[in-house]
C-alpha cells in the first residue's frame, strides 16, 4: 500500500513537471512565428517559436499557408497606432491569411475542420503557422485559386469593395479616378468598378502603366509624366490611396456631387464645400459576406489578386521593408506552408 502511494507521488510530480515545460517537453503545442517585442523598423522583427494560440468558444484555429503583405504591417509594427488598432506586444504581424480551419470553439457554426478558408484577422497575427479567427472574419477561399494567391485578397479588395460598392454605391455611366491603381488596393478598384459599368481612370508611375491596362483601366495615367488633372475632368468618384499632394490636387478634377474616398487622408471642408463635393473616410473591416461575393466573383473569373512575390517567412523583415515603400505591384505574399496536394 505504502509501495503504490509512493509510485502515486512520483507519477503526479512527473505530470506536474511536464507541464510546466520540464524536460523539454510542454503540454502547450509550440509554433513557428514572426515576432516582435518592441515597436519599431522592420529590423525588429524575429523568428521564433511560440504557443500556438487557443480558439476561443467564438473562434477557430487556422493553419496559415499563406499570408498577405500591407503598408498596415509596418504600421502596425512602428506602434504609432496601438491606441486606435488595439494592438499590444509582444505583435505577430500579418492581417491577411489563407489556411486551412484545425479546429473550432464550442459556438462556431459556420466552419469546421479541414475548410479551406480566407481572411482577415482584425488584430493581426498571420505571419505565424497558426492564427485564431472570429467566424466573420473569414470566408471560403476562391476554389480558382492556390493559398498564395488567395493571401492576396482579403484587405486590399475589401477595402476596394467597402469603398466602391458599399460607401460610393458607384455605377454604370459614372467616372472613377482611381490613384494608385497597381498597388494591393488600387488594383482590385480597377477591376470593381469595370464590374460596375464604371469608366476608369488610373494612375500608376511608368513601370506600372502595363497593368493598369490589364486590369481595365480605359484610361492609364503615368503620374511620373504626366499631371493627373490635364486628363481627368469632371469625375463622380475619386479613390485617393496616396494622400499629401494628390488629395489636394484631385478635388478640382470632381463633379458637382462626386464623391472622393480617402484612404489615408483627412480631405479639407473648405475645398469640398467650394467644389460642392463630399468626402467619405475609408476604414476597412472583415466581413465574411463581401469575402463570400468577392470569392464568388473571383471563381467565375470576374477579378483576379495581382501576386508579384511569394518570399518564405524568413524574409519577412525584406517583405515589410517592400511594403514600407508605398511601391508595391498588386501583392507581396509569406508563404507559411507548403500548399497541400489536393
Ligand atoms: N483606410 C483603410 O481602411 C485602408 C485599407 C487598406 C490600405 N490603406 C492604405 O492605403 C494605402 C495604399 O494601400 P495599398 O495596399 O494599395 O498600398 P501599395 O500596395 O503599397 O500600393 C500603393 C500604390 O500607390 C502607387 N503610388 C505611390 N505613389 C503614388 C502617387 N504619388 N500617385 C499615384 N500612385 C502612387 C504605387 O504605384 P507605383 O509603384 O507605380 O508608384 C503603388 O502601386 C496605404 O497607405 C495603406 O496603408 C488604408
Not at 491569411?97 to 469546421?112: Q, W
Not at 479551406?116 to 497575427?125: H, N, R
Not at 458599399?166 to 472613377?176: F, K, P, S
Request: glycine share 10%; proline share 6%.
Amino acid at each position: 500500500m505504502e509501495k503504490s502511494f509512493h509510485v502515486i507521488r512520483i507519477l503526479t510530480l512527473f505530470a506536474i513537471l511536464c507541464a510546466n515545460g520540464a524536460f523539454g517537453i510542454s503540454e502547450k503545442p509550440m509554433m513557428k512565428a514572426v515576432v516582435a517585442h518592441e515597436y519599431g523598423a522592420p529590423e525588429v522583427l524575429k523568428i521564433e517559436a511560440v504557443t500556438r494560440p487557443e480558439p476561443k468558444d467564438d473562434e477557430a484555429l487556422v493553419r496559415v499557408i499563406a499570408s498577405g503583405v500591407n503598408p498596415a504591417d509596418p504600421l502596425t509594427l512602428g506602434g504609432k497606432f496601438a491606441k486606435e488598432w488595439g494592438t499590444h506586444l509582444p505583435l505577430i504581424p500579418g492581417y491577411e491569411i489563407a489556411g486551412i480551419v484545425e479546429r473550432t470553439g464550442a459556438n462556431v457554426t459556420s466552419l469546421k475542420a479541414g475548410d479551406a478558408v480566407y481572411g482577415y484577422p482584425t488584430f493581426g497575427g498571420g505571419w505565424a503557422e497558426y492564427v485564431t479567427v472570429k467566424e466573420w472574419e473569414v470566408a471560403p477561399k476562391p476554389k480558382s485559386l492556390s493559398f498564395a494567391e488567395a493571401a492576396a485578397v482579403p484587405m486590399g479588395a475589401l477595402t476596394a469593395w467597402q469603398a466602391l460598392v458599399d460607401v460610393a454605391r458607384l455605377h454604370e455611366g459614372q467616372t472613377i479616378l482611381i490613384h494608385g491603381g497597381s498597388g494591393g488596393v488600387g488594383s482590385f478598384a480597377i477591376q470593381i468598378a469595370k464590374m460596375r459599368g464604371a469608366r476608369v481612370i488610373a494612375t500608376a508611375s511608368t513601370a506600372n502603366q502595363d497593368l493598369l491596362k490589364q486590369l481595365g483601366a480605359d484610361v492609364a495615367i503615368d503620374y511620373t509624366k504626366q499631371k493627373f488633372e490635364e486628363i481627368a475632368k469632371d469625375v463622380d468618384c475619386v479613390l485617393d490611396p496616396v494622400g499629401k499632394d494628390t488629395l489636394a490636387r484631385s478635388y478640382a478634377v470632381m463633379k458637382k456631387g462626386g464623391i472622393i474616398l480617402t484612404l489615408v487622408a483627412r480631405p479639407d471642408p473648405e475645398e469640398l464645400e467650394k467644389h460642392e463635393i463630399r468626402a467619405e473616410g475609408i476604414w476597412v473591416k472583415p466581413n465574411a459576406k463581401d469575402l463570400s461575393e468577392i470569392g464568388q466573383l473571383i471563381d467565375a473569373g470576374k477579378i483576379k489578386p495581382i501576386v508579384t512575390q511569394i518570399r518564405p517567412l524568413s524574409e519577412a523583415i525584406a517583405a515589410e521593408q517592400q511594403a514600407e515603400t508605398h511601391h508595391t505591384r498588386g501583392k507581396v505574399v509569406l508563404r507559411i506552408a507548403d500548399e497541400p496536394k489536393n
